[in-house]
């Protein structure tokens, strides 16, 4: 047996969700006995995705049409078989399909919704004066704004970029007219904001899923099992309430976490 036991060390990208997800998988792996650490928001999704094909980290918390579109670069949506295929030469997997699509939408304010008949993306090609805020990694994308602009030939040339987690309060105050927002974000349901129909059906399904490293299951068969054991149990709901815990109750990611497994323990 090996003098000092391995630790699982998983990772999460910089924003909300992705933390309490992460903090989640760090805590699923700890009860299941296993040594566990969470490097929290290391960085966009590029920047996570180099750090798990580099081995600095063994998982994190990732979704499907991000890993179609921004990381291997495909067309269409794939299934978990074909993902799985495609990963296999990095020395990765995924699996675990927790149970809830957090995809991007455009956002603005109802009443300047109102005001200019703004129902769906379409519409905002005769509104070239409206002032866009976006955030910094949607704004780069391959699924995100250079793409969404050429798919509905939109007018606004340079969108301002904006931290996702100011974009509610610049929309509110009236500093941008439209932003993109995660539909799991918790502050949709605290301002009044109209959501436009993706007309054209841009954007993918972005299902929320693990990438793990393949040495993993055989690594920490404990953590393993108790991970699988995650999938199916974060309906959209649930994982909207639990930002909400985060962002609009300042409980930290931990506890966030710790009361989603005592639930769910409890229920089981
Ligand atoms: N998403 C929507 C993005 C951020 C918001 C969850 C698809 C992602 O992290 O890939």
């Given amino acids: 047996t090996p003098a000092v036991a391995e630790t699982l060390v998983v990772g999460s990208k910089r924003f909300t969700e ?17 040594r566990s650490v969470h490097r929290s928001g290391l960085g966009n999704t590029a920047i996570v995705f180099e750090a798990i094909k580099s081995g600095a980290i063994d998982i994190y918390p990732e979704y499907t049409g991000t890993l179609d579109r921004e990381i291997l670069g495909n067309p269409r949506s794939s299934s978990l078989v074909e993902l799985n295929r495609q990963l296999a030469r990095y020395g990765l997997g995924v699996g675990v399909p927790l149970g809830f699509n957090n995809t991007y939408a455009l956002a603005v304010r109802e009443d300047v919704a109102q005001q200019r008949g703004l129902r769906r993306i379409s519409d905002l090609s005769h509104h070239a004066d409206l002032r866009l805020g976006l955030s910094q990694e949607f704004l780069g994308r391959r699924d995100g704004w250079p793409g969404l602009r050429e798919a509905y030939g ?58 793990y490293r393949l040495d993993l299951p055989e690594r920490f068969p404990k953590a393993w099992r108790a991970l699988q054991s995650l999938a199916g149990t974060i309906p959209e709901p649930t994982m909207i309430r639990l930002n909400a815990e985060a962002e609009l109750q300042g409980k930290r990611f931990t506890e966030v976490a710790a009361g989603f497994l005592d639930g769910a323990a409890a229920a089981s």
Avoid: C, M, N
């Fill in 154 to 211: 939109l007018p606004f040339p340079s969108p301002r970029g904006i931290d996702h987690g100011l974009a509610y309060v610049a929309l509110a105050t009236g500093q941008v007219d439209v932003i993109d927002v995660y539909t799991t974000d918790a502050k949709l349901a605290r301002y009044r904001l109209r959501l436009l129909e993706d007309d054209r059906h841009y954007f993918p399904a972005y299902e929320a899923v693990l990438v």
């Fill in 18 to 34: 992705s933390y309490i997800l992460g903090e989640i998988v760090r805590q699923a792996a700890l009860r299941a006995g296993e």
